[in-house]
């Protein structure tokens, strides 16, 4: 007697699920390594890299003529990056609570990623 074939007896949905799982460990990858380069590639760029650029991204000026209270943060971001606090403050006050809070972010994703291939495991962090 020959076993009647299902949709989950092709050899094809055993490679699609294993092509979903190698994508996945691909993709988990790629954004470990993106956030592991983001802040040395800021710090290779210079600090004014995105000052007087003269395009106008931000919706409140193009639309009413008014700077929200986002304005001038990835600026101050890039020169609080640069340890450049003054210029930082001249952009935007908030960086002062913005750029710790991407700081904090930014090893959070990173241990999750390290959690995720196995290199530091669980109770480590937590005996710290």
């Not at 919706?59 to 890039?78: D, H, K, Q, W, Y």
């Not at 340890?83 to 006050?93: G, P």
Request: net charge positive; glycine share 6%.
């Amino acid at each position: 007697m020959i076993p009647r074939e299902t949709k989950y007896s092709s050899p094809l949905v055993f490679l699609w699920i294993l092509n979903v799982y190698t994508m996945k460990k691909f993709l988990k990858t790629a954004w470990l390594i993106l956030i592991l380069i983001t802040p040395f590639v800021l710090w290779l760029l210079p600090s004014g890299f995105f000052d007087d650029t003269g395009v106008v991204t931000c919706p409140s000026v193009a639309l009413f003529n008014f700077e929200c209270i986002g304005c001038g943060m990835t600026r101050a971001v890039m020169h609080f990056h640069h340890f450049n606090f003054n210029e930082a403050l001249y952009y935007n006050y908030g960086v002062i609570i913005i750029y710790p809070f991407l700081a904090i972010m930014w090893v959070i994703y990173f241990l999750k990623g390290l959690r995720y291939f196995g290199i530091v495991k669980k109770e480590k962090l937590q005996e710290a």
